[in-house]
């Protein structure tokens, strides 16, 4: 399972959301070994832009990662500093290579 999310932040919050992302990578990278990418991308075009590439090995550790207390943390913190909604899209793999 793959979810692709995109955050854009308001004018001058643009250190708030990485320092923000960079504590919930932090408890990924601790406490969920199921999944397998979580990477945080900046726009090279628009600064208060942001991207978050997620891959899970199932549904139950996305449902571990979404139901955690760092993720409930995150989206508190987002609540104040995104202009608008995130928005997220969830793919399932079709084929490929890793």
Request: proline share 5%; charged share 30%; glycine share 4%.
């Given at each position: 399972m793959t979810v692709v999310a995109k955050l854009k932040?308001?004018?001058?919050?643009?250190?708030?959301?990485?320092a923000g992302m960079r504590k919930m990578i932090a408890h990924v990278k601790a406490?969920?070994?199921?999944?397998?990418?979580?990477?945080?991308?900046r726009s090279s075009k628009e600064p208060t832009q942001f991207l978050v590439y997620e891959v899970y090995a199932d549904q139950a550790a996305f449902a571990a990662h979404s139901g955690s207390d760092a993720m409930r943390e995150f989206f508190t913190l987002a609540g104040t500093l995104l202009d608008g909604r995130a928005e997220i899209e969830m793919y399932e793999e079709v084929d490929g290579k890793h």
């Open positions: 932040v308001k004018e001058g919050q643009e250190d708030a959301l990485i406490n969920e070994p199921n999944t397998r990418t979580y990477v945080f991308y």
